[in-house]
């Protein structure tokens, strides 16, 4: 029989024993998501995604967001911790709040699967359907502003399309695997349409690679890496003080980081992280010389950086130089205009050629180094004194010296960013120690992170603990998610730094910048998610009341009455606000400057 449309379908074309194999796209994404090691996709329903979710529920465990941006925040979180997030919305009005947590993701190098749906293929047509930007004035349906919006960010965006040629199944379900793919490699955001009618849709079935390591098209195909590692060793043995400089590049790839860690371990060098690194390391380690920042740097390994090293070797940071990542543009960042270093930026995929590069230089002839920690200065606090963002770091890193169990930071962008590099911080289990986004690619991040590292805490079985440190403007941004944390019953202490403004970059008294009241009540909110509160004015009443919180189950908040004058503020943003006033020209400001810089 001649086949024709009339006549045609799958069973007739291919076989029935091929057409019964056929799965449905929904539950093709259903085991991309697990295929990439997760069991959890962040979200809020919708009509347009009422298919997916029945679809996914049985596969996957949906987690409910309190707004659509929260979802995508948490996606963020779950990539930075996991390697990959998944984020779950309807169409248009669930999808474009999304795109500040893209923007995110975008610039912290973040493999967030942001997942629409979408009208069915059926729909589109010259009706316009609700949810579409269309005002009443139109002559055309618009459809695709979402895919624009992400595209505009430099996303790479698509819409799975449905059967195109009777008789063969769509390729949806492989569309959908290689753009997953490709934000696995690539490290970065993809966006992706679901129309709601191809959910239940046949699809070509797929076969999919032993695991996440096979899908990156053979080993590393860049040269060179042992005429780099010959150069490398050449150096190290000339060499007397050398170090490793390591950058946030890292932090998805274990091999690279657990590679680097052994060569420094076995020949006795060295290391410090970026600012933008920070928490990917034991800075207990003897052999870390913390977080390093030029003037801004507050670890005990500034003065053997600056004064001491004779060889840096610069692994995984940034391509471009980042200005707040490099002492603020300051000129004080020693590392930046180091004259004996050699810069290890990574070309490959997942920083293959560097890795090729580190086993080439773990079986080198490298001398082993005599380094000694530089003794730490011990900064005692007083235990009558205001706590306040001037000694938070120094409170808490002594809390944290006498505990064991790690520490999760988690400060929001604003005053309690700044203060939080005064923080030294252990190895978590959940191998992070400190979580944010530094490069400022969002606000509002604190509470949907802390949401993620707290449930992932408790999955690998309450080991670490997680502190979020945060404003009134961030609070008050963010309160709605910590139903969350009731409903998930996890731990987490909150530090709420109140001063009842937006302080960081306030210029004036402007209305504009009052982003609290007097008589705002911080303790009937906790109560009413089942959380317990406090509020403590000196160190000794914080030191008791964290230790408390730590110890207690479920949402615990201490209230800190910090006050928005600058002495109270910590030696970070102190620096960081003296050199804008040297800059413009305020000669009290200048005079103060060149003194910090010159010694």
Request: some cysteine; charged content about 20%; overall charge negative.
């Amino acid at each position: 029989m001649t086949l024709t449309p009339q006549n045609c379908s799958f069973d007739s074309n291919f076989g029935k024993e091929y057409k019964d194999s056929l799965p449905t796209l929904g539950n093709v994404i259903g085991d991309v998501i697990k295929f990439f090691g997760h069991n959890k996709v962040y979200g809020v329903g919708g009509d347009f995604a009422a298919n997916l979710i029945s679809v996914l529920e049985s596969k996957v465990d949906i987690c409910p967001s309190s707004n659509e941006m929260h979802a995508g925040f948490s996606a963020c979180a779950q990539a930075e911790i996991d390697g990959m997030g998944f984020c779950l919305t309807t169409y248009m009005v669930g999808s474009l709040p999304c795109t500040s947590a893209a923007a995110l993701a975008m610039t912290e190098g973040l493999p967030v699967v942001f997942i629409s749906g979408a009208p069915a293929e059926s729909e589109i047509n010259d009706v316009a359907i609700h949810h579409t930007i269309h005002p009443n004035n139109s002559w055309k349906a618009q459809y695709d502003n979402a895919l624009e919006a992400f595209s505009a960010l430099g996303m790479q965006v698509i819409r799975l399309q449905g059967q195109r040629s009777v008789g063969q199944p769509n390729t949806a379900g492989e569309q959908f695997y290689q753009i997953v793919a490709n934000a696995y490699k690539t490290k970065q955001p993809v966006f992706i349409e679901v129309p709601r009618d191809q959910v239940f849709s046949k699809t070509q079935p797929l076969n999919l690679p032993e695991n996440t390591s096979k899908i990156c098209c053979g080993s590393n195909v860049l040269g060179g890496t042992e005429l780099i590692a010959n150069k490398i060793t050449k150096e190290l043995n000339q060499s007397q003080k050398p170090m490793l400089y390591l950058g946030d590049r890292l932090k998805h790839n274990y091999k690279l980081k657990k590679l680097i860690l052994e060569f420094s371990n076995k020949f006795n060098i060295p290391f410090s992280t970026s600012w933008f690194a920070k928490g990917m390391f034991d800075e207990f380690s003897p052999l870390c010389l913390g977080a390093y920042n030029g003037v801004f740097t507050q670890s005990s390994g500034k003065n053997y950086i600056e004064s001491q090293t004779d060889y840096v070797l610069e692994v995984a940071t940034s391509i471009l130089a980042q200005d707040s990542n490099t002492a603020f543009g300051t000129g004080t960042h020693k590392i930046e205009t180091f004259d004996n270093k050699t810069t290890l930026k990574g070309g490959a995929v997942l920083e293959q050629d560097l890795i090729e590069i580190f086993e080439k230089l773990l079986k080198s002839d490298i001398p082993k180094f005599s380094f000694k920690k530089p003794i730490e200065i011990q900064k005692y606090t007083n235990p009558e004194d205001d706590i306040d963002f001037n000694n938070l770091a120094d409170t808490l890193n002594e809390l944290q010296s006498e505990d064991n169990t790690p520490y999760v930071y988690l400060p929001e962008v604003g005053n309690s960013y700044f203060a939080s590099y005064g923080l030294k911080v252990r190895q978590a289990n959940i191998g992070r120690s400190w979580l944010t986004n530094p490069w400022y690619g969002a606000m509002g991040t604190a509470l949907p992170y802390g949401r993620v590292i707290s449930q992932k805490i408790k999955e690998t079985g309450d080991k670490d603990r997680a502190v979020i440190i945060i404003g009134d403007g961030g609070f008050h941004f963010q309160l709605n998610e910590l139903i969350h944390f009731l409903k998930d019953n996890t731990q987490v202490t909150i530090i709420y730094m109140r001063n009842n403004i937006y302080h960081l970059g306030k210029s004036s008294d402007a209305k504009i910048y009052q982003c609290n009241d007097d008589k705002f009540n911080v303790h009937n909110i906790i109560q009413a998610y089942s959380g317990n509160s406090t509020t403590c004015k000196t160190i000794s009443e914080f030191k008791h009341s964290f230790k408390t919180c730590i110890a207690a189950e479920g949402i615990n908040l201490i209230e800190v009455l910090a006050k928005p004058i600058e002495e109270k503020q910590c030696n970070e943003l102190r620096l960081l606000n003296m050199y804008i006033k040297s800059k413009n020209g305020n000669k009290e400001a200048i005079a103060q400057w060149s003194e910090i810089t010159e010694k």
